[in-house]
């Protein structure tokens, strides 16, 4: 087998290790699982690093398990939080386990004949018909309170100056780790893969599995990736918006593409690296390449088309760059009547904006009523002829003269007309 772990760790995806995992992966095809908890009906860019992980260990011979916490989410994961969560009833949760498994479905192929075919599981099929008897005599049984008290995601809880934590929440763990044990059993997986604030719950499995087996039947190991953080301290994965989400109704690709060509430069650099499937070779010479002209971007840009490929698709990426070059480039106005209402919205969203009635449109309203009076683009009649005689007024990226009379010719997506003072300035006027 090619060394994966080596793989990982140039990349910068390699937080705690168990002794023995890297050798287990250089000895034979290992099955190896990551969860997904469903606390919503998508999954945000945060998610995308345990996807890649699933996409490395199919590329690099072994057999990877996406698993859907059906079960767990019913609990909710205390790792990381400070209050108890709020529970979701059976519906809603029901409708998030669905959408996970088609945004994962998009990188994994779950119907793959191959031998390491990628496996998609719901953990709420083996633990419903599960006994509350049974779970505390076979599992509960094995592992101390001691054990489970000494993890972190326990001891900031009881420590802190919240309320606690409930039994509920402290029992996440044990069935997490029950996950590992089944997923043991049913399909030989030998290694379980997560964030680093998941080490104490993927440790809780990997020491279940060995106390409920004996020999090399309770083998099991471990591995974390680190949590990624921007170089200013922030948190990752949120724009103004909030959550930079992997599907286009929560997130347009025009936002997702964005974001990414927004990152800095030593934000980049190190996402580069873990986000993307470039050779050590190709991140390398871009790494030089943006060191020569930082101001071209090329780290960036590689970058948002490498992720809007991986998560969209190549047209999606071919209209996100359209879209972009409606602001910073030579775009015309053929190039803004293809964009769709959303997408649109995006480019221009914090424009100022002010609306004008259908019947006004149709009846055709010359260009300084609409500049000054209509929209308060312009403060005066006096500005809007002085700007329209300095040629620098354009109407949906085509320059105008005072004779200009505003139709519903020029309306794009039949509701919108984009006006333009000088290069940077917008307004845009939206027709009810």
């Known amino acids: 087998m090619k060394n994966i772990i080596s793989e990982l760790q140039w990349r910068g995806l390699v937080y705690d290790i168990m002794p023995g995992t890297e050798e287990q992966l250089l000895k034979e095809m290992t099955t190896t699982y990551i969860g997904f908890d469903p606390t919503s009906d998508s999954l945000h860019i945060g998610s995308l690093v345990p996807i890649i992980l699933l996409v490395h260990l199919k590329n690099f011979g072994h057999k990877p398990i996406a698993l859907v916490g059906g079960a767990t989410g019913m609990i909710g994961d205390p790792s990381g939080k400070?209050?108890?969560?709020?529970?979701?009833?059976?519906?809603?949760?029901?409708?998030?386990?669905?959408?996970?498994?088609?945004?994962?479905?998009?990188?994994l192929d779950f119907n793959s004949n191959e031998i390491n075919a990628?496996?998609?599981?719901?953990?709420?099929?083996?633990?419903?018909?599960?006994?509350?008897?049974?779970?505390?005599?076979?599992?509960g049984k094995r592992i101390t309170v001691n054990y489970m008290m000494a993890k972190d995601s326990v001891k900031k809880r009881l420590s802190g100056e919240g309320e606690g934590m409930s039994f509920t929440e402290f029992t996440y763990q044990l069935i997490q780790g029950y996950d590992f044990y089944h997923l043991h059993k049913e399909y030989n997986c030998l290694?379980?893969?997560?964030?680093?604030?998941?080490?104490?719950?993927?440790?809780?499995?990997?020491?279940?599995?060995?106390?409920?087996n004996v020999g090399e039947e309770a083998k099991a190991y471990a591995m974390t990736c680190p949590l990624i953080t921007k170089a200013d301290g922030s948190k990752f994965g949120k724009s103004e918006g909030g959550n930079v989400w992997l599907t286009a109704d929560k997130t347009s690709v025009y936002k997702f593409y964005q974001f990414w060509l927004n990152t800095?430069?030593?934000?980049?650099?190190?996402?580069?690296?873990?986000?993307?499937?470039?050779?050590?070779?190709?991140?390398?010479?871009?790494?030089?390449?943006?060191?020569?002209a930082p101001h071209l971007r090329a780290l960036q840009r590689k970058l948002a088309e490498e992720l809007t490929v991986f998560v969209h698709s190549k047209e999606d990426l071919e209209n996100a760059i359209k879209a972009s070059n409606i602001l910073f480039g030579n775009s015309t106005s053929d190039d803004l009547k293809q964009l769709g209402e959303a997408t649109f919205l995006d480019v221009f969203d914090g424009v100022p904006q002010a609306e004008i009635s259908r019947t006004e449109i149709e009846a055709g309203i010359d260009i300084v009523t609409v500049l000054n009076e209509k929209t308060g683009f312009m403060k005066s009649n006096g500005e809007a002829r002085r700007a329209l005689t300095a040629n620098s007024i354009s109407v949906n990226k085509e320059k105008v003269a005072e004779d200009f009379v505003l139709s519903t010719k020029d309306l794009i997506n039949n509701q919108f007309v984009l006006l333009q003072s000088g290069k940077k300035n917008y307004f845009v006027v939206r027709v009810v």
């Open 82 to 107: 400070s209050d108890e969560r709020n529970l979701l009833d059976e519906a809603t949760l029901n409708h998030n386990v669905e959408g996970i498994k088609s945004v994962l479905s998009r990188f």
């Open 118 to 139: 990628p496996v998609l599981v719901n953990n709420y099929d083996w633990m419903k018909n599960l006994s509350f008897i049974n779970f505390a005599r076979d599992v």
């Open 264 to 292: 800095t430069d030593v934000d980049a650099e190190k996402y580069i690296k873990i986000f993307t499937f470039l050779d050590a070779a190709t991140i390398d010479a871009l790494i030089e390449e943006h060191k020569t």
């Open 191 to 212: 290694l379980q893969m997560g964030g680093s604030d998941q080490w104490g719950n993927i440790t809780t499995g990997t020491e279940l599995v060995r106390r409920m």
